[in-house]
């Protein structure tokens, strides 16, 4: 406010100093402040989720940041990116992502209004997200399941946020969910009676090796580019992101959580269960510095957490339909529950969940898993 009265103007700066990628990085902390469930992500990881130098992503991409800042203090960020790999069957889109900011309808305006500009200077015709940033990595806005923190690489978004997207004229395009399960319940019986059954012939079931790790992360890949390329707005995966995943998810991988299939010697299928960080990480204020690394590693490795997440698991195509794939995603589930349960942990978050993947969700439901948490992805048309 000004001597008047009157509202001062909301200013975008555009992200283009380190400086500037660090306000960006902790405005959401400030806003989460007073949200018991908020979790800070780890500052290191951002910066190098967000640099051009450390995300393959940049390499297909074009992404631009922006701060919304009043009177000489942050009060809301957005993303606008194109993604060069995006399927042709998504037309013209461009993508909006990133998005926090005070509950203000002048600031979110202000922020969405610069980022439809960007995209439709550059030919877009349609806004789609929030993506953070791309497709494989956060996906959609926090719209149901505020009560329980967020897991590892989820969001957690101010209650406030899906109205004041809505208000800017965006509306539903998909909803995906989370889905949890207690590892200490056992399958359904049916589920059970197929799991007794033992393998069928030829289907043999492994941990990952880590003697092997990057060759194993860039099968996982294959097989995921293969089970996931005929669903809504798939991205494939490419070579450096895969290096970059391989990296990213070695200190936490644990090899007896990640599970592959093969069907005649060939893989088939795979499952990863990862140990919750941000159990791990939630009073560390996103800080690793000076004595965060020392509390993350006893508690991850020592003390142990109680949660983990199945951000990954898929089939290949050919063997989906076969009676021998069918069964695999109850046996790949039914192992990495067994070895998370046999390793102290209680419940396993599995997300991102399209809402019409029909066959995906009744295998989780199937498996006695529960929606807990909706996230929203919205569309505008850029007329």
């Known amino acids: 406010m000004d001597g008047s009265g009157a509202t001062s103007a909301v200013g975008l700066v555009p992200v283009s100093t380190k400086a500037e990628l660090e306000r960006f990085i902790r405005l959401p902390m ?109 996906v959609g806005l926090l719209v149901e399941g505020h009560d329980t923190p967020p897991m590892v690489m989820m969001g957690h978004d101010p209650a406030y946020t899906g109205a004041q997207i809505e208000a800017q004229g965006y509306a539903k395009a998909k909803d995906v969910y989370a889905y949890m399960a207690e590892t200490s319940v056992d399958l359904p019986e049916r589920v059970l009676e197929r799991v007794r059954r033992g393998l069928p ?35 494939p995966t490419t070579e450096a992101e895969t290096a970059q995943i391989a990296k990213a998810m070695r200190p936490v991988i644990d090899r ?22 941000n159990e791990a990480i939630r009073d560390l204020g996103g800080k690793l510095l000076p004595f965060g690394w020392a509390k993350l590693l006893w508690r991850l490795k020592v003390k142990g957490v109680k949660t983990a997440r199945v951000p990954l698991m898929g089939v290949r195509r050919k063997f989906a339909r076969t009676p021998r794939g069918v069964v695999l995603p109850f046996l790949l589930m039914n192992a990495g529950a067994s070895a998370a349960r046999r390793l102290g942990y209680e419940r396993a978050e599995l997300s991102w969940i399209l809402e019409d993947n029909r066959p995906m969700r009744h295998i989780l439901e199937a498996a006695g898993a529960r929606i807990y948490k909706t996230y929203r992805i919205y569309e505008k048309a850029l007329a």
């Open 256 to 277: 007896r959580l990640t599970w592959f299939a093969e069907i005649d010697g060939e893989p088939a299928g795979f499952i990863v269960f990862l140990p919750n960080v």
């Open 201 to 235: 012939e030829g289907v043999v079931l492994r941990e990952l090796d880590m003697s092997r790790y990057d060759e194993e992360v860039g099968r996982l890949t294959e097989i995921l580019n293969d089970a996931w390329q005929d669903n809504w707005g798939f991205t």
């Open 30 to 138: 400030a806003l989460g402040r007073g949200d018991p469930n908020y979790i800070a992500p780890l500052l290191m990881e951002r910066r190098e989720a967000l640099t051009p130098k450390t995300n393959p992503f940049f390499d297909h991409a074009e992404v631009q940041l922006w701060l919304a800042v009043r009177d000489g203090r942050d009060v809301g960020r957005i993303s606008a990116q194109i993604d060069r790999l995006s399927p042709a069957a998504m037309g013209k889109v461009g993508h909006f992502g990133l998005i926090a900011a005070e509950d203000d309808p002048a600031v979110f305006a202000a922020l969405f209004r610069e980022a439809e500009a960007w995209l439709r200077a550059r030919g877009c015709d349609r806004a789609l997200g929030p993506f953070n940033l791309s497709i494989n990595e956060e």
